[in-house]
């Protein structure tokens, strides 16, 4: 019996608030982003090279935490439930963000960083919510819905963020305080519990570690390749968060509110794709057939926005560029289908465990090899080598999938 048949009336408003917490997590990522280089230059100095650096070493740790606690946030949802573990996780989001608001230091935007982590883990609770209330067959699609959340949220940070920008670099994140509180109160108020007696699970600290989580997983028959190709795609996806606030200022001289306007349009087109053309591509193509579709998106896009000089030309791939983000739902589709309905907070929590890892490596690797191309002494100035490198990643994992998968997956 999926969960979904369990006795308990879920209301549209508990709804509405997974949504929003999913999408406010992409609007307090998305609203700083566009402020970056110009804030750490500010409280650090350095060249838009060097803070290319460190704006990779601050995205790591932020990984860094999700990975580490990732699988901890889900199996504690597991154990004590969704509610309790989504609204503390607000409350002190929302208090991270005054600190980083205050920040005059790089080690304060570190320990802001750190903070962050932790609180942004709770997306495997939150997606665990969702594969709660979805009978299996819905919860490819309804996962689209998750990522239609991010998308939304990924158009209206960057946006807000440019804009802001203009009363200074500091009030990007006084909003985004403000809005991870009052998310805070509705959840408070219309959350409902999905955890009951009859699905609790004992909490496991084997299972609630990230490496531990993985490998539980990774005895399930024909969830290792997946979860391979699940790692590949976010270690070439995180080029995006990592280097285009840098590359955008360093190709074409973007301010601000530009690189926010630019984000702003890849939001629309992850929304748009994931929240509904994931529907009728799955119908079409299948999950499997999805992914690969996805992939080859991404190959295209990637090579294109690397040697592509027209900052018109390359706002116009963005749409391109977004149809990679059917890659995950399809994947999260298969994996959650081979796990059991008690273990659906274990398996998102090792998920986000597995785009975190991706996450703590791909930042460095991205924004070093930007200021290896970008550098004054650099032997070829490449600012798009991050994407091309992101490409080849790309073609891996298409290789990793058709090889690693068989056709009925």
Known sequence: MWRGQRRFSISRLPIIFIMLTLMIDAMGIGLIVPVMPDLIQEVGGGTLAEAAIWGGILSTTFAVMQFLFGPLMGGLSDRFGRRPVLLTALVVMALDYVLMALAGALWVLLLGRV???????????????????SAPHERAARFGLVGASFGAGFVLGPLLGGLLAEYGTRAPFWVAAALAAGNALLGWIVLKETVTDATRRSFNWRRAN?????????????????????????????????????????????????????????????????????????????????VVAGHLFSIVSLIAIAVITSSTWVLLLTPIAAFGGIIPPALQGIMSARVA?????????????????????????????????????????????????????????????LVGTRRST
Do not use: C, H, N
């Not at 495997?124 to 709660?132: C, Q």
């Open 341 to 401: 309905d008690d273990a659906q907070g274990e398996l998102q929590g090792a998920l986000t465990s597995a785009s975190a890892l991706a996450m703590m490596l791909s930042p460095l690797v991205m924004t070093y090899t930007f200021a290896q191309f970008t550098d004054a002494q650099a032997p070829v100035y490449l600012p798009g080598a991050p994407f091309l490198l992101a490409a080849g990643l790309s073609i891996l994992g298409l290789f990793a999938l």
């Open 210 to 290: 990230p490496l531990g989580a993985l490998r539980s997983l990774g005895r399930l028959p024909g969830v290792t390749p997946l979860l391979v190709v699940y790692f590949i795609y976010y270690v070439g996806f995180a080029v995006y968060p990592a280097v285009w606030s840098y590359f955008g200022k360093e190709r074409f001289d973007w301010s601000p509110a530009t690189i926010g306007l630019s984000l702003a349009l890849f939001g629309v087109a992850m929304a748009l794709i994931q929240g509904g053309l994931i529907r009728p591509i799955l119908r079409t193509l299948g999950e499997r057939g999805t």
């Open 115 to 133: 903070i962050g982590g932790i609180t942004a883990a709770t997306q495997s609770t939150a997606t665990a919510y969702i594969a709660d209330i």
